[in-house]
């Protein structure tokens, strides 16, 4: 499993701490994580322990998000709804959870944090949702595996890694 960062975010705070969460979880958890960059807005990325690449936001599309059932499953919108916005793709800042097949699983639908959103984003935003992760444990996602969770299991169903 994967964690990807769509970059850039919008607002170069949230990018900043996107990227220091990230390389938190890779030191702490060994997570793979990578970059597909989209908007190359704030300057160079270095000393970044994965992948980085950059993708137009219709490839990403493409591959990653359209036609994507399971991601359909676990988002409130459809992929278009939620990253085809009036016709225009608008991905840059979101994370996505992508399993060994190389399949988005979940993906966050609001690049920042739930606040300025309203109440409930949380679910949805991507800061909060690596912050998540980051503070252990985490009750959206298995550290070890990167399953996704209920939020009510006790161990991993897909790993068995202690989850409280
Ligand atoms: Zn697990």
New binding site residues.
Partial sequence: MILRYYADADVREWHDHALRLLQRLHDEHGIVVEINRIDDQHGTITDFPGDVRSLTPEDIYERDLKRNSDLNQRIDQTPSEAFKRYGKLDIAGNVAVVDDDGTVQWASTLPGYADGYGPGAESQTAMDFLEDIATSPSNRI?V??L?LLEGDEIF?P??G?KLS
């Fill in positions: 298995c070890e595996c399953s991993c897909n790993c890694h």
